[in-house]
């Protein structure tokens, strides 16, 4: 009895992991690039329980850090703006044109003045300053050695260098390049198996702007490769008649310094002021004397015309006319004596003022005993 249970149990058991076996073989495998329904639930499953189980490890464990990533420094473009000052300026250009062919560079771009103006009046040399402004290519590998040469050549007044990377925009461009090509050639493949006329000109419309589009990611890549190989110089070379030293931080600690420093400041600018009203009067003097000298001419030029009219209007005495004699009209009133009498009183005014007796005359009586002495 014991020995036929167990043989049953057996069977049970076989039958069992028979079905098992046979439902795992009746699951189609997905093909590369393919996955069906239950390979999705089955792998959603998988990603939680392997979730959950990271979890329940990252309350175990402490957080480390991932190690940065080293920069890449492959497509670097260095450029550098300077500012020199020079006393001779042609000895001190030819010396930088020498730095420049001895470091196998090229000047891209230049600008140069001699100082005087655009009109034709000419200058004299002393009045001229020189200057220059250029755009100077050289290796990046001699970019270092090329900038301190440079500025030996002169004072430097002024330095600004920066670098720019462009390593992962190369890196993009050339990834996108990729692709664009392939997909190039597939569009080649398509034009050599198409026999539609129809399909084989959206083809080639299809295959023109992929090639346009090759092309200007090839050209981007080419101005960063030439920018990385050759560094930017921006070079301002300026003649001047002599070096001007760095400004002296005046130290104003104490009331006694700052006054004093008030006061000597006041006073170079009132002479820097007169100075300045010097130049402008001797700028201005020889107009205000022309305006002069004709506003002179202009005044004795109308005395004289007013000295003539005057003896012409005596020589030539305009004729007395007759005054006109006009009629006299008739009054518009009658005269008092034509008037009514009107049958009222006239009224009277104040009493006029007594009269005082008149003095005798002492002077005429004092003459008249002269003349009869």
Excluded at 256 to 262: A, D, H, I, S
Excluded at 303 to 317: G, N, Q, T, V
Aim: aromatic share 8%; glycine share 4%; net charge negative.
């Amino acid at each position: 009895m014991k020995r036929s249970l167990f043989l049953l149990a057996l069977a049970g058991t076989l039958s069992l992991t028979a079905c098992g076996s046979g439902d795992k073989q009746d699951t189609p495998r997905p093909r590369n690039g393919e996955f069906t329904v239950g390979s999705y639930a089955d792998n959603d499953n998988t990603a939680a329980e392997s979730a959950d189980a990271e979890n329940n490890d990252s309350t175990a464990m402490d957080y480390k850090q991932s190690e940065p990533k080293l920069i890449d420094t492959k497509m670097l473009v260095y450029s550098c703006d300077m500012s020199i000052d020079v006393l001779d300026f042609d000895k001190s250009l030819d010396r930088i044109h020498e730095l420049i062919s001895s470091y196998n560079g090229f000047i891209e771009s230049e600008v140069y003045s001699d100082g005087g103006s655009s009109s034709q009046w000419v200058y004299s040399d002393d009045e001229k300053w020189k200057s220059l402004s250029a755009v100077i290519r050289v290796p990046s590998a001699s970019y270092d050695s090329f900038c301190s040469d440079i500025e030996d050549v002169g004072d430097l007044r002024r330095k600004n260098a920066s670098v720019e990377n462009l390593s992962t925009e190369y890196s993009d461009l050339k990834t996108t390049l990729a692709i664009y090509e392939a997909k190039e050639q597939r569009y080649l493949d398509l034009l050599e198996s198409v026999k539609n006329e129809s399909d084989a000109i959206q083809y080639e419309n299809e295959l023109t702007d992929i090639q346009i589009q090759i092309a200007t990611l090839k050209t981007r890549m080419n101005t960063i490769e030439n920018d990385v190989a050759y560094s930017y110089i921006n070079l301002s070379v300026n003649e001047v008649r002599k070096y001007t030293d760095k400004p002296v931080v005046k130290k104003t600690d104490t009331f006694g310094q700052r006054l004093k420093n008030t006061a000597s400041e006041t006073w170079s600018s009132f002479l820097e002021f007169l100075e300045k009203l010097l130049f402008v009067v001797i700028r201005v003097l020889p107009y205000l004397l022309l305006f002069g000298i004709i506003a002179f001419i202009i005044v004795k030029l109308a005395k004289l015309i007013s000295k003539l009219a005057e003896k012409y209007r005596a020589k030539h005495p305009k004729p007395v006319r007759p005054a006109p004699v006009y009629m006299q009209a008739p009054p518009m009133y009658p005269a008092p004596q034509q008037m009514p009498v009107q049958n009222r009183a006239p009224v009277q005014g104040p009493p006029p003022p007594p009269k005082e007796k008149a003095a005798p005359n002492v002077d005429k009586a004092d003459k008249k005993d002269d003349k009869d002495a």
